[in-house]
Every structure is written in structure tokens, then in C-alpha cells.
């Protein structure tokens, strides 16, 4: 069974503009929190950003003929649109996500905060869940400043584990048996407590990034504009829009002369 996001999908695929708004608001988040992180002096900036990567994707709606490329599409355009991290934040915790490679910043946010499931990551990023799952560690090592590659194998064994636990699309019985494996290592304690302090701060980040009301209205009307400006421009370009139009310049022009 379709979700309502699946089925608003499919309806502005066939042109429905307040449908592909829809879907927008599920990712305004992780678009708009990305150019922030990276920028996060420059509000406007990271509004325009926003709403030419949304722009593009309406631009490329027809050619992603499911949501999963949607989310595809939308990570490669965030990635290939980095403005770069500014060289001093106040914030420390943007400056700790803006350290991190455009791809893992993603992944941060939408994973960590966001409410993706690793599967819908590593099809995103067209991974596999396993590397999916070592990126998601590696990122929360560089997070807490942790060096995952000066770590012996059993260490790694053990922060694999808690990583594992710490993703929200595991089962009843595979997060007990996590839970069993915290307990009884003070390694793996200390590594799930600093990850959850970070997220913490990271949901706490998200709260403030989230957009109000005005600029959620901002957000929509840009977009709209621009899938309308194209939209004109298009019609102007038509050869069948033209033939329409020649015509009543041509009378128009008779009768004046």
C-alpha cells in the first residue's frame, strides 16, 4: 500500500504543483539544515540554495519515476551544490557537522535527525546497508572526535555493535541483545553515551534550524515562482504557442496601420 508521501508523489510527477510542495515539506528540513550548517551567517543565501535544489528536482521529476529516486536525486544535488563550510561558526554544533565531508553532513542529519532508516540512506547514496552502517560509525567517531582507524580489531568489533544498536530500525529482539552487550562492556557504555550526548545536540540544532511559518511560506513561494517563470519560458519557446500568437499581432497590426 501506497503512503500518502508515495501517492502526493505520484501526483506531482503528472503536474500537480501544490502535490510536489507536498513532498517537499518531507525534505525542507534536511535541504535547508544542510546549507546552514555549511553557512550558517548567510540565511538567505541558504533560502536560495534551498529552493534551486528543489527547483532542479521539479526540473527532473520526470525522469525519477519513484520516490526512492527522488531521495536519490536529492542527496547527489546537495552533495555536487557544497557552498563549503564557513572557516569560523559560534556555534559549536554546527561547526562539529560542518566538518564533516558534504556526504557524511548528510547523513548526519537525515539518519541521526531526520528519520531515515539506514535502508532508505543506502539506497540514497546507492550503498549497501553494511557500508551504509560503517559510514554511520565513522561519522559518529569524527563526531564525538573519536579515530576509528587507530583502534585495534576488537575495539572496532565492539563500537560496530553499539553503532548497530544505535540505529532506530532494529527489531524488539535485536536491540535487547544489544542492550545485553552494552551492559556488560564499559567501552561500549562510554561510546553510546557520547553518541547520544552528540545527538542530543544534534536534535537540539534541528529544533533551532526547523523553519517558521514565514519562512516555510518563503521556502514555497520561491519555488513556485520559479517552476512558474520556467513555465512561461517554455510556452514562449513552443512553435504551437507561437502559432497562436502570430496571428493576433499580425490582425492587430492591420487594423492600427
Not at 96 to 109: F, G, K
Amino acid at each position: 500500500m501506497k503512503s500518502d508521501l508515495q501517492r502526493a508523489y505520484l501526483r506531482a510527477r503528472k503536474g500537480s504543483e501544490e502535490c510536489f510542495i507536498q513532498v517537499v515539506t518531507r525534505y525542507e528540513a534536511l535541504a535547508f539544515g544542510f546549507f546552514r550548517v555549511s553557512a550558517p551567517s548567510r540565511l538567505t543565501e541558504a533560502m536560495n540554495q534551498t529552493q534551486q535544489v528543489f527547483f532542479h528536482l521539479w526540473q527532473q521529476i520526470n525522469s525519477l519515476p519513484r520516490l526512492g529516486d527522488f531521495e536519490r536525486a536529492l542527496v547527489q544535488t546537495l552533495v555536487a551544490r557544497d557552498p563549503g563550510a564557513d572557516p569560523v561558526c559560534p556555534d559549536s554544533r554546527m561547526a562539529s557537522l560542518a566538518q564533516l565531508s558534504p556526504r557524511d553532513r548528510i547523513i548526519a542529519l537525515a539518519v541521526e535527525i531526520g528519520n531515515w532508516t539506514v535502508d532508505s540512506a543506502a539506497r540514497a547514496f546507492e550503498v549497501s546497508r553494511a557500508v551504509m552502517s560503517q559510514d554511520l560509525l565513522r561519522m559518529r567517531c569524527d563526531l564525538i572526535g573519536l579515530h576509528f582507524i587507530n583502534l585495534n580489531e576488537d575495539e572496532k568489533r565492539v563500537l560496530r555493535e553499539v553503532s548497530t544498536h544505535l540505529c532506530r530500525d532494529l527489531s524488539k529482539k535485536q536491540r535487547q541483545k544489544m542492550a545485553e552487550a552494552t551492559c556488560r562492556s564499559p567501552e561500549l557504555r562510554d561510546f553510546k553515551a557520547r553518541c547520544l550526548e552528540k545527538r542530543c545536540e544534534m536534535v537540539e540544532l534541528w529544533l533551532d534550524l526547523r523553519l517558521t511559518e514565514e519562512e516555510q511560506a518563503w521556502l514555497f513561494e520561491g519555488i513556485r515562482d520559479l517552476i512558474e517563470r520556467k513555465k512561461e519560458k517554455d510556452a514562449a519557446m513552443d512553435p504551437s504557442a507561437l502559432r497562436w500568437i502570430l496571428p493576433f499581432r499580425r490582425r492587430k497590426k492591420a487594423v492600427l496601420s
